[in-house]
């Protein structure tokens, strides 16, 4: 990773996410409703470190304004899409999903957001045994990746 880049990864390292905690779940073992994923001062602590970033790269007020529109659609994409939890996620259904935004960037570029959800569950039981979420970010020619998985265990 670019070294420039440092700032936005230490708030990614740092992101706490048990808000999405306690999970409800009905009688079947669908999620009914869970917290918030992401605190919204870590995303918007993000977008300000990213403004800073270009200030100081000596980016206009046009275009400081143009990299604050395109980080809100950015965010708004992603955000819509990282914090689905799947209803079954403790006992899936299928072996997962993906879904695809467009981002269109005020630059006139256009990329993609794509969150892909792979699944797999105990033979026996039904549980879910793992689960990975790979985030894809692609804009041009440029790809970025990302995944977290997890699996569930007897302890």
């Known amino acids: 990773m670019p070294a420039k880049l440092e700032p936005i990864a230490t708030i990614e390292r740092n992101r706490v996410t048990d808000g999405k905690f306690p999970i409800l779940i009905d009688w079947s073992g669908l999620i009914v409703s869970a917290g918030e994923?992401?605190?919204?001062?870590d995303v918007d602590r993000a977008i300000e470190v990213a403004q800073q970033m270009a200030a100081?790269?000596?980016?206009?007020?046009?275009?400081q304004q143009q990299l604050r529109a395109a980080l809100a659609q950015v965010q708004a994409a992603g955000n819509s899409l990282l914090d689905r939890l799947p209803r079954d996620l403790f006992f899936p259904?299928?072996?997962?999903?993906a879904d695809r935004r467009p981002i269109t960037l005020p630059d006139g570029r256009s990329g993609v957001f794509e969150v892909i959800y792979s699944v797999t569950s105990?033979?026996?039981?039904?549980?879910?045994?793992r689960a990975e979420r790979q985030v894809?970010?692609?804009?041009?020619d440029t790809e970025q990746?990302?995944?977290e998985h997890w699996e569930l265990r007897a302890i």
Do not use: H, K, Y
Not at 56 to 63: D, E, K, L, M
Not at 93 to 97: A, I, P, S, T
């Open 145 to 147: 990746i990302s995944s």
């Open 136 to 140: 894809v970010t692609r804009i041009g």
């Open 37 to 41: 994923a992401e605190l919204t001062s």
């Open 56 to 63: 100081r790269n000596g980016a206009s007020t046009t275009q």
């Open 122 to 129: 105990q033979p026996l039981s039904g549980l879910l045994d």
């Open 93 to 97: 259904r299928n072996n997962g999903f």
